[in-house]
């Protein structure tokens, strides 16, 4: 079963930048889509962004269009999250999600079999 294993857990200051990673236990992570989801305390886990199997489609949530950015390279096993001008309201854990074969990729949880673990994420002065 795949494996999902996300880094970059942080403190960062408001309006301050933070780049996350997901590394999978797989050479052929181009068969997946990737999505990453973050679940604020006392909150609903929501969808962020995602990518699809080689990259050419791309989605974000309207909270974070023009400062997150999803990236991937398969050659590494790795998905990435670029996220600037945070804000403390995105003070959450940040999972990454995997989706076997998907045409494109959605941001609803329940189109996700393989989840990490998550990260922590604390923006605050």
């Known amino acids: 079963q795949l494996q999902l294993v996300e880094s970059g857990s942080g403190l960062v200051q408001p309006g301050g930048s933070l780049r996350l990673s997901c590394v999978a236990s797989?050479?052929?992570?181009?068969?997946?889509?990737i999505g990453w989801f973050r679940q604020a305390p006392g909150k609903d886990r929501e969808g962020v962004s995602c990518?699809?199997?080689?990259?050419?489609?791309?989605n974000y949530a309207d909270s974070v269009k023009g400062r997150f950015t999803i990236s991937r390279d398969n050659a590494k096993n790795t998905v990435y999250l670029q996220m600037h001008s945070l804000k403390p309201e995105e003070t959450a854990v940040y999972f990454c999600?995997?989706?076997?074969?998907?045409?494109?990729?959605?941001?609803?949880?329940?189109?996700?079999?393989?989840w990490g673990q998550g990260t922590r994420v604390t923006v605050s002065s």
């Open positions: 999600a995997a989706d076997r074969d998907a045409r494109d990729c959605s941001l609803g949880l329940y189109d996700y079999d393989y």
């Open positions: 990518i699809s199997r080689s990259g050419g489609y791309i």
């Open positions: 797989v050479y052929t992570l181009d068969y997946y889509a």
